[in-house]
T-cell receptor
Framework: GAVVSQHPSRVICKSGTSVKIECRSLDFQATTMFWYRQFPKKSLMLMATSNEGSKATYEQGVEKDKFLINHASLTLSTLTVTSAHPEDSSFYIC????????????FGPGTRLTVT | AQKITQTQPGMFVQEKEAVTLDCTYDTSDPSYGLFWYKQPSSGEMIFLIYQGSYDQQNATEGRYSLNFQKARKSANLVISASQLGDSAMYFCAMRSLLTGGTSYGKLTFGQGTILTVHP
């Protein structure tokens, strides 16, 4: 299957700082990438849909000014958690959809964010 | 709106035996896809199997099979000959295949089932 990478895999930051998480599709192009958040032993909650060359679409209740998403190319989307607080600590997972293949969607390995 | 329900928070199975993980769904879309993912403790989401709503036959992938009952809106995952490495969290998910719909491309996940395989 296709490969999606995320960087960093783990990050610890201080409250009030910003953190950027990268999601890359390594061997395919993805016009659409998705960002999820997951709490321990819970389900994945979709935060936003990232579209290449246009603004991201955020799910209800997700603050777009706090979770900045940029999809600058067909292989890269970034999520920036601005002014992070301890309640932002979570596991963030991205996924990328293969162009023209509705059922093919691949996930990155996730990024564990801890805000102290 | 789409909804996925997994009613089994945890399941236990003996090694080499088969296990069924339940999944029911609700959608008003005429065309949709159903997925199962495995998430080990490392956190990565591993795609297991896919079933399209118009597929006539139940999907199979190695030891995984999907028992698709459209009228009952269920898409249970059957794992045959369980292995210790199957211990993980399993998620059922669905996506609308209706092009242009507001839910197109978005995966909706169930609550997950933690499967533990005993030796």
């Amino acid at each position: 299957g296709a490969v999606v990478s995320q960087h960093p895999s783990r990050v610890i930051c201080k409250s009030g700082t910003s953190v950027k998480i990268e999601c890359r599709s390594l061997d395919f192009q993805a016009t659409t990438m998705f960002w999820y958040r997951q709490f321990p032993k819970k389900s994945l909650m979709l935060m936003a849909t990232s579209n290449e060359g246009s603004k991201a679409t955020y799910e209800q209740g997700v603050e777009k000014d706090k979770f900045l998403i940029n999809h600058a190319s067909l292989t890269l989307s970034t999520l920036t958690v601005t002014s992070a607080h301890p309640e932002d600590s979570s596991f963030y997972i991205c996924s990328a959809r293969v162009i023209d293949r509705a059922y093919e969607q691949y996930f990155g390995p996730g990024t564990r964010l801890t805000v102290t | 709106a789409q909804k996925i329900t997994q009613t089994q928070p945890g399941m236990f199975v003996q090694e080499k035996e088969a296990v069924t993980l339940d999944c029911t769904y609700d959608t008003s879309d005429p065309s949709y896809g159903l997925f199962w993912y495995k998430q080990p403790s490392s956190g990565e989401m591993i795609f297991l199997i896919y079933q399209g709503s118009y597929d006539q036959q139940n999907a199979t992938e190695g030891r995984y099979s999907l028992n698709f009952q459209k009228a009952r809106k269920s898409a249970n995952l059957v794992i045959s000959a369980s292995q210790l490495g199957d211990s993980a969290m399993y998620f059922c998910a669905m996506r609308s295949l209706l092009t242009g719909g507001t839910s197109y491309g978005k995966l909706t996940f169930g609550q997950g089932t933690i499967l533990t395989v005993h030796p």
